[in-house]
């Protein structure tokens, strides 16, 4: 079956949800009967793969571990036009995916994320005040960094376009695969939207996978790292211009000093200020010539994207 001419997929990645799995492929089929529900376990070691099947939805098992490896499978193994990735904890609206695939069909666009609006009364249950102050952060540094307006970076409730799912190269392994997807998106400039969705707590007897400052950090370096990888020019540059700061201030009382007697008394903070002048040079050239490549491989990556068809 096909909603709107489009075969729409629900992929759910999924890790120890028997209480919730059941609940939220069902769910979505009963809002969107058309869907075709997969659920991708990664090592449950529950009862999450028989309330998978009861449920009606094609399981596929994943073996190495985390959430990035996880998103890796299900982009490359499940064939549709039109992919809505939702967690399996039963945390998200299902109602709202009709408003998330027809923006994303009205619209022509090739991602739609689902935006967390939580109940005040729930919230600290729901959405702990530590994950939405590191989630406004984290989307507050991509922005900066590589532009874009995403209100929550972090949501794992989005839609897809097929040229999206079989483009993303997916190198992250964990929960950061969220930095990931929007970052692609962003850096091939394609078009995105958001919706509100709700955003709700979870069902009892069944708990988040999440740790928020082990999880915030490794989130936090891979922004650093797709940074560094996609935009190395202004990385290295900043590193260069840091060092060079460095090196002049240390610099210009050695320099007052020998015009001044023509003797340069502090040999080893001489050396130091050279070091790190030097060490600004080879960092700015780095970035030039990592520049070159990252331009090379943003070409080729774009030429991949549009010779993905929708309806292949």
């Known amino acids: 079956m096909k909603y709107r001419d489009k075969k729409v997929a629900l992929i759910v990645p ?3 949800e028997e209480v919730t799995i059941y609940n939220v492929v069902t769910s979505f089929k009963q809002v969107m009967p058309e869907i075709e529900a997969y659920v991708f376990d990664n090592n449950s070691k529950d009862n999450t793969v028989t309330e998978a099947i009861r449920s009606g939805a ?3 098992s994943v073996k190495h571990k985390g959430k990035g490896n996880v998103v890796r499978r299900m982009f490359a193994d499940v ?3 039109i992919y809505v990735m939702v967690d ?3 945390t998200y609206e299902a109602e709202a995916v ?3 695939v027809d923006k994303l069909i009205d619209e022509n666009l090739d991602m739609v994320v689902g935006c967390r609006e939580v109940d005040p009364e729930i919230a600290k249950l729901a ?3 530590g994950h939405q102050f590191g989630n406004k952060m984290l989307t ?5 960094i590589f532009g874009g307006e995403f209100t929550d970076m972090l949501s794992g409730y989005r839609a897809f376009s097929r040229r999206y799912a079989k483009s993303f190269p997916a190198l992250a392994q964990g929960f950061e695969t969220e930095t990931e997807l929007t970052v692609h998106a962003l850096e091939l400039r394609m078009p995105y939207g958001e919706v509100m969705t709700k955003y709700i707590d979870r069902p009892e007897g069944s708990e988040s996978k999440l740790s928020t400052y082990k999880d915030g950090i490794r989130i936090l370096y891979t922004i650093i790292k797709l940074f560094m990888r996609e935009k190395p020019l202004a990385f290295f540059s900043l590193i260069g211009g840091l060092c060079a700061l460095f090196s002049i201030l240390l610099g210009i009382p050695l320099f007052s000093e020998y015009f001044a007697t023509g003797l340069v008394p502090r040999l080893p903070t001489a050396i130091l200020s050279s070091a790190l002048m030097m060490i600004a040079i080879f960092s700015i050239f780095t970035g030039l010539i990592l520049d070159s490549t990252t331009i090379t491989r943003h070409e080729i990556k774009r030429l991949s994207y549009l010779n993905i068809k929708d309806n292949e």
């Open 98 to 100: 009709h408003k998330l």
């Open 14 to 16: 999924c890790y120890n």
């Open 79 to 81: 064939d549709a036009d």
């Open 58 to 60: 094609k399981v596929i």
């Open 88 to 90: 399996g904890d039963n």
């Open 127 to 129: 959405y702990r005040p």
């Open 140 to 144: 507050g540094s991509v922005s900066q």
